[in-house]
C-alpha cells in the first residue's frame, strides 16, 4: 500500500476536495480544494488548525453515523452534511469515501471527497418551504369552504335566511382567496411573461378599488381626489393588483391602512398605505422579487408572490409599482396610463 506521503502531491493537484482521516478525525492528508472548502488558505493552514474533523460538524451525531456506516459497509455515499467553515459560515457537502484496512483487517484510515452542494441543498430547502407555505394558504381557504358547505348540506334548515347569506358570502370569499393566490403563482412561473394575458380597455379605477375593498375584512379608507380616474388598462389584473396590495397591507403593515387615488398628469396613481415601519433602502429591489417578503419577526410566513406578480402586471400594462415613505407612511404606488 502506497504511503500517506507519496500520495500528498496528487492530492494537491486535484481540484475535487479530497481527504484521508483516521477514525478519531485527525487529518492525515487534505489537498488545497478542500482547505479552500472549508476556508483555509492553504494545506498546511488547516493541518494546523483543525485538531480533528469532528469540530467542523455542524451536528456533532451526523459524524458518529459516518463513521458507523463507513465502517460496517467500507464506504458510503452521497453522504449530505453540513460542515463549518474557518469564518463562521456554513457549506453543505457531499461525502463519498471509504474505509481502507491494513493487513490484519483493521481500519486504517478513511479517505473521501467532498462536493460543495450549498446552493442545491439551499434550494430545496426554498421549494419546500414554498410548498409547505402554499399549502397552508391554500389550506386555510379550502378547510373554510368544506367546512360551511357541509354545515349548509347537512344542517340547512336550522339556519335563517341571514345566516345562509352570511355563510355563503363567507364561502365565497374563500373561493375568491383560493383563486387569487392560483392567479398569482401562474403569473410569477410564466418564464415569459409578456404572454400573460392583458386585455386593456377603458375604465374607472375607483369602482375596482371598492370592489377589492367590499371583501376585505377591516375597514378601510377610499379618498378620491379629482374628478377623473378612469384609465386605459385591464381591469381584472387591475383588481389583481389592488388586492395584493391591500392584503400586503394588512399582512405587513400597520394598523393604519387608506388607499388614494388621484390623476397625476397623463397617469392615474393609486395608492395603498399604512403606518407600518419604513421599508431599508437596501430591502427596496428584493421585496419585488418573487418569494420574498420583508424581514423581521412582524412579518408572518407567505408565499411572497404579491409585489412581485403586481409590478409585473403593472408594466405589462404600461404602468408601474413604486414605494414611497411619505409623512410617516409607507406607500405602494400603482400608477397607470389615464384615459
Known amino acids: 500500500m502506497p504511503a500517506i506521503e507519496e500520495l500528498s502531491d496528487m492530492f494537491l493537484r486535484m481540484p475535487v476536495a479530497l481527504y484521508r482521516t483516521t477514525g478519531g478525525g485527525r487529518i492525515l492528508a487534505a489537498n488545497t480544494a478542500l482547505a479552500n472548502l472549508l ?15 469532528e469540530s467542523v460538524y455542524v451536528n456533532p451525531s451526523h459524524r458518529k453515523h459516518w463513521i458507523e456506516e463507513v465502517s460496517e459497509a467500507g464506504t458510503v455515499n452521497e453522504f449530505d452534511v453540513e460542515l463549518k467553515r474557518s469564518d463562521g459560515t456554513t457549506v453543505w457537502v457531499r461525502d463519498t469515501a471509504r474505509a481502507i484496512r491494513d493487513e490484519n483487517g483493521r481500519i486504517a484510515y478513511f479517505e473521501g471527497a467532498l462536493i460543495d452542494q450549498t446552493e ?12 409547505a407555505t402554499v399549502s397552508h394558504e391554500l389550506r386555510n381557504p379550502i378547510a373554510v ?6 354545515e349548509l348540506a347537512n344542517n340547512y334548515d336550522t339556519f335563517s335566511d341571514e345566516d345562509r347569506r352570511d355563510m355563503a358570502l363567507l364561502i365565497a370569499r374563500q373561493a375568491d382567496d383560493a383563486a387569487w393566490l392560483i392567479e398569482d403563482l401562474l403569473v410569477a412561473y410564466r418564464a415569459d411573461v409578456g404572454r400573460v394575458a392583458v386585455s386593456p380597455e377603458d375604465f374607472e379605477i375607483t369602482k375596482e378599488a371598492e370592489r377589492v375593498l367590499e371583501v376585505v375584512d377591516q375597514p378601510i379608507e377610499l379618498e378620491v381626489r379629482g374628478e377623473e380616474s378612469r384609465v386605459h388598462a385591464d381591469p381584472r389584473r387591475t383588481r389583481q ?3 395584493n396590495l391591500v392584503s400586503n397591507a394588512i399582512r405587513y403593515g400597520g394598523e393604519q391602512v387608506f388607499l388614494r387615488i388621484e390623476p397625476t398628469g397623463d397617469r392615474v396613481e393609486l395608492r395603498v398605505c399604512d403606518n407600518g415601519e419604513a421599508i431599508l433602502q437596501q430591502e427596496l429591489e428584493r421585496i419585488f422579487k418573487p418569494f420574498e417578503t420583508g424581514t423581521g419577526e412582524q412579518h408572518p ?3 411572497g408572490l404579491g409585489l412581485s406578480v403586481a409590478r409585473k ?9 413604486t414605494y414611497r415613505h411619505v409623512d410617516g407612511f409607507s406607500c405602494f404606488v400603482l400608477s397607470l396610463p389615464s384615459v
Open 145 to 150: 369552504m368544506l367546512g360551511m358547505g357541509e
Open 301 to 303: 410566513k407567505s408565499v
Open 120 to 131: 442545491k441543498i439551499k434550494a430545496k430547502q426554498a421549494s419546500d418551504e414554498f410548498l
Open 241 to 243: 393588483i389592488i388586492r
Open 39 to 53: 476556508g483555509y488558505d492553504s494545506v498546511e493552514e488547516i493541518m494546523t488548525d483543525l485538531a480533528s474533523v
Open 313 to 321: 402586471l403593472a408594466r405589462l400594462m404600461e404602468g408601474d409599482l
